[in-house]
């Protein structure tokens, strides 16, 4: 039976900190999928379709890895794909108890799968996707902190947010 797990998130975009956590869980698991969430967030920067391509592109080097998206209940994406294990990256804390109480409920919906948490590299512990938007979008460097297909669909976003704002709109 093939060993396989799910790596959910909303990838926007996808950070070296995700990166580390796909190559871990890649290591361990005969197959990981990497799942885009397509649940309605406050106000994503990428489309999913673009967070799935920076994937595909940053995952190219790993050949048990497949990029997919997914909505509605995770533990059901989960079973409909034979995967035995959901797999979540943890930083810090602060991340601990929400992440407890999702692994709590998952387990009481479908008991045959596992949540699998992988300990952040320290390297990256502070590093979320959000912090990546805040620090470009006022021009700072994260360049080492992103793969670098992200350095481009970040440098061409924010190329036309500007000249959106040039333009007066
Ligand atoms: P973010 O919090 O960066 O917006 P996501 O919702 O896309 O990230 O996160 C998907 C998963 O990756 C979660 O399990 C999250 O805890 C984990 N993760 C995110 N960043 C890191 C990191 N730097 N190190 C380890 N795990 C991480």
Known sequence: MIKRAIYPGSFDPVTNGHIDIIERASNLF???IVAV????????????????EMLSSACAHLS?????????????YAESNGAI????GLRALSDFEFEFEMALMNRRLERRIETVFLMTNAEYSYLSSSIIKEVVKFGG?????????VEEYLAKKLGSIESITAAGG
């Open 85 to 88: 294990a959901i797999v979540k």
């Open 30 to 32: 005969d197959e990981v």
């Open 64 to 76: 048990n890895v497949k990029v997919d998206g997914f909505n509605g209940l995770l533990v059901r």
């Open 141 to 149: 460097s994260v360049s080492g902190l992103i793969p670098p297909i």
């Open 37 to 52: 969430s397509t649940n309605i967030e406050k106000s994503p920067m990428f489309t999913i379709d673009e967070r799935k």
